[in-house]
């Protein structure tokens, strides 16, 4: 038997529980997957044994009355059915398990459900009955040395040695505590005698992945083995990693013909000196990954010809890097630079510029920004630029504004308008069906003014409830606040509704100029002149805003006039709207299909002494922001107006990512004064550096087209703006205006040389790229001191190695703190033995108070010259908290914010739905001091799960979600 035998003991006569009939397709995909049961002996995998062992576990528990209950059958099948995901996810090709593994995998699924009691007899029965196994006789075990394995089609003797020694390479050089029995004895356990070669080493892997939880290293282990597995791939044959210099070196001209001769290489990069960036290759940049980015990187960047992989690390960002030299005069040495700071981690280009640099169809771009024209030719063409542009991996962001409201005149007709939201419908399901078989999901974002009459919609159209037809289930929502609706907020003044069919000019206004025409239209709809036209109380407004933000996630909250007035191009146009993760703020229009490209400077690897280290720093961002103006001339567009945009302005969006790993490294807490101040002071550095870059560049290859009338062409800089924006809002701008660089040199060799960018700057979600290079998303803070992350390659364990870094030195770490964080969800308030300046350097995203994230934004933005991708968190959250912070948010001159992240939604968009509340927060019980209480979070939250179903299948563009590449 598997698990049923070892399950908490039942009375006689006990129900077992009904075996669900699998369907032939379900049924042929488990006869890839076996058994390893104590004695070694291999037997089928019968997923209903599980079945039987939670339900005798749940009866030991609640007697036998529970067999005829229908919701404990219903919650053994739905906890059956999550723990052969679990274990297909960790083997999706089939496999074998060890019949300890799916025991832990049962125990981890009943904690994970919120079924703590159960699963505490459960883990206390298989305890007991290890102890009487341990008082009997044992059974035969198959030995070690009679293991055969299957090796180019042979049957052979298992070299143990061979093995060994590799395991033990996994482990050199990473401490004392980074042992290679456990790995080797895990290993053994899940061989079986005939298993494949292939099979084995990843078997390797996985046994040293189970043990990432006790010591973070455990995860450069795990990732070395990963890098065996791929150079055999690859390679056809095993390397040391004392060979790899070598063998770098011939394989790499290899690779640049193979991926030519199958039509995935621009044939271009056979022109560069291929021996000498081969011999620039550095192997031992191959031991920076940790699992989850080598793992990343293997299963969805690497080139392959037929599912079988041609790219090495080293030779992928050297492909990158000769993508982005296409064009440069000395190519072989920009090439060789812009892979110094890929493979250093310094620096990441977005995923979309990793896919494609180099390949047949170099689309580098990230996000796509369009206005929706008022008529049905202008509304058809921008869904179908929606479909190209998400068919070449882009993420969108629509401006719908323009389009009249529901019950507006139609001239043509003589008949009435039935508003944006239908067509918003189709916007939906359009995307939908372009992502089909596509590697990103849901990736567009709607945005409407909050003048448009269609606004009380719009903020309901991501509810389960109402007419589906009118629902937008699988693309987000954004609201563009001008300041003047803020402001009658703050006064509690009303707030009038129009179509835009009767007010046209309000859309392209801004500031005074905005209010001054508002009010003239306020007026004429007094009058009567004005119809449809709605009056209502601007507070009133408001209070729906955050509700449906609170209770669906949407529609973020984004503000017109900051974006605005502190655009460096208002003398070209009007930022209609942000993109999909809220970093964009570029001009759109009927002829302009605003595009941005981005990239992220890893601020962890930029400290020195306590401070931003600011040699290195304007060194990588010289060269970043050459790779991203690069990026513009080599890209591949999906539509002309796109290409004419980027062309024109050459706009950029150089990020960050790794701030919490440096708040960590200056031991500075989050909730904090001094990270507020760090925040200030590193986006100082970060845009003085990249501005200089750009005037560099500018000397060097000319200015933007549009650069005449600018901001910049002004003297004016984005710290400038943010008197502009005061003077605009007459007040209501409460940020800081220190500055402790030499703006005036800039000021001075801008006026001189101008800029080659429009834009320069803007912090993406990262949360792909900062996973491949393993350090904090962007600002982010640390979501969980130990937690899973999911994707389509299995679950992978991250664990805070600062964190552990300190409990070692304290004498903390041990098995049964890490038990403790995962019942506390990664969590240090509820553990009492931890001192509290460790509990407030590392607490968690829900520890710190948003109101800390908004000032350290703050800081940030007055540097800016686009946006940040400002996810709010909240625990919780009431009426008052949400008010208090997005007005925080708006005083503090925030462009943009995106995801309300509550703590019953541990993902941004995993929502669930319950008496018709999705992401609503369901925290769990605190005491006096705010601590959680661990057992009532998890089964609320497992209770909710249980009783919702999913808004739908399709994820969205989330800073967690690996799965999706729309920014990075």
Known sequence: MQTAQHAAPAPAGMPIAPQTPATSAHASSLAHYQIIRRNGSVVPFEPNKIAVAMMKAFLAVHGTQGAA?????????????????????????????????????????????GHHEIARAYVLYREKRTQERARQPQAPVAEAPQLHVLDGGKKVTLDIGKLQALIEASCAGLGAEIKPDPIVQETMRNLYDGVPIDEVYKASILAARTLIEKDPDYTYATARLLLHTIRREVLGEEVTQENMATRYAEYFPEFIAKGVANELLDEKLQQFDLARLGAALKPERDLKFDYLGLQTLFDRYFLHVRKQRIELPQAFFMRVAMGLALDEIDREARAIEFYEI??????????????????????????????????????????????????????????????????????????????????????????????????????????????HLDIEEFLELRKNTGDDRRRTHDMNTANWIPDLFMRRVMEKGSWTLFSP?????????????????????????????????RKLQAIDMWRKMLSMLFETGHPWITFKDACNVRSPQQHAGVVHSSNLCTEITLNTSDTETAVCNLGSVNLAQHLKDGAVDHEKLKKTITTAMRMLDNVIDINYYAVKKARDSNMRHRPVGLGIMGFQDCLYELRVPYASDAAVEFA????????????????????????????????????ILPLDTLDMLAKERGGYVEVDRSSTMDWVALRKKIAKDGMRNSNCVAIAPTATISNIIGVDACIEPCFGNLSVKSNLSGEFTVINHYLVRDLKRLGLWDD??????????????????????????????????????????????????????????MSGASGKKLDDTYKLAWLRGLKTTYYLRTMSA??????????????????????????????????????AQMNSSPATDIKFCAIDDPGCEACQ
């Open 342 to 451: 890929m493979s250093s981690f310094d620096f990441m280009s977005s995923t979309p510029t990793l896919f494609n640099a180099g390949t047949l169809r170099s689309q580098l771009s990230s996000c796509y920004l369009t206005t929706v024209a008022d008529d049905l030719g202008g509304i058809y063409d921008a869904i179908k630029e929606n479909a190209l542009l998400s068919k070449f991996a882009g993420g969108l962001g629509n401006d719908w504004t323009p389009v009249r409201a529901l019950g507006a005149h139609i001239k043509g007709t003589n008949g009435e308008s039935q508003g944006v939201v239908p067509f918003l419908k189709v916007v939906n399901d359009t995307a939908v069906a372009v992502n089909q078989g596509g590697k990103r999901k849901g990736a567009v974002c709607a945005y409407l003014e909050t003048w």
């Open 69 to 113: 209950s229908a919701s404990v059958r219903e919650t053994v099948d739905g906890l059956t059915q999550a723990v052969m995901r679990a274990l297909m996810r960790s083997r999706p090709g089939g496999g074998t398990f060890h019949i300890e593994d799916v025991q832990d995998q049962v125990e981890l699924g009943l904690m994970r459900g």
């Open 816 to 873: 049964v703190m890490v038990v403790d964080l995962k019942h506390f969800d990664g969590s240090l308030r509820p553990i009492d033995r931890v001192p509290q300046d460790i509990k407030a350097l590392y607490a968690t995203a829900f520890e710190v108070d948003a109101t800390w994230l908004v000032e350290a934004a703050s800081r940030r933005q007055k540097w800016i010259d686009q946006a940040q991708s400002l996810n709010i968190y």
């Open 906 to 943: 541990t993902h941004a968009e995993k929502s669930t739905v319950k008496a018709g509340k999705m992401n609503a927060v369901a925290s769990g019980n605190t005491d006096d001091t705010g601590s959680m209480n661990a057992l009532d979070a998890a089964a609320a939250t497992a209770q």
């Open 680 to 715: 200030d002071k590193s986006m100082e550095a970060v845009c003085y550096h990249a501005y200089w870059a750009s005037t560099e560049l500018a000397k060097e290859r000319g200015k933007y087209t549009s650069y005449k009338g600018s901001l910049w062409d002004q003297g």
């Open 501 to 533: 069919s009767d007010t046209p000019d309000l859309h392209d206004k801004f500031g005074v100029e905005f209010e001054k025409a508002y009010t003239a239209y306020e007026a004429k709809a007094e009058r009567g002149e004005i119809k449809p036209a």
